[in-house]
């Protein structure tokens, strides 16, 4: 049972300290529309590749629209929904599917793995 992440209203942390609330914020929404681009570049790169010039504009409305910090914790206790539907692997986080390209900063640290043909591997 995969699911899809939807688009809801942004949440942003408050902490008192209104100059550091400010430029989290714009950080954050700068770094987001790096990535979107980088994704939208990726997009018009594969429609190069494959000589399909109309490919980009098939991803003009929510494609690339999603941007989370993720913390991944040691599981201290573990439940019947941590298990892959795909062959009962313990996960770390819930299945999903991802928009349409996915940039992902894992700051060197490893351990993301992807299913694909019915294995997983690794994502670099």
Not at 52 to 75: H, N, V, W
Request: proline share 5%; charged share 25%.
């Amino acid at each position: 049972k995969l699911r899809y992440d939807c688009q809801e209203p942004n949440v942003w942390p408050e902490t008192g300290n209104c100059t550091f609330d400010k430029g989290f914020k714009e950080t954050f929404q700068a770094g987001f529309e790096i990535r979107r681009n980088i994704g939208r570049a990726f997009i018009r790169s594969i429609a190069r590749s494959m000589n399909y010039p109309s490919l980009p504009s098939l991803f003009t409305q929510d494609e690339f629209s999603a941007m989370g910090l993720r913390k991944y914790p040691i599981r201290r206790k573990i439940n019947s929904n941590m298990y892959s539907d795909f062959d009962g692997t313990l996960l770390r986080e819930l299945e999903h599917i991802d928009s349409t390209v996915t940039v992902l900063s894992t700051f060197n640290n490893g351990g993301l793995e992807v299913l694909y043909k019915n294995q997983y591997r690794a994502v670099p």
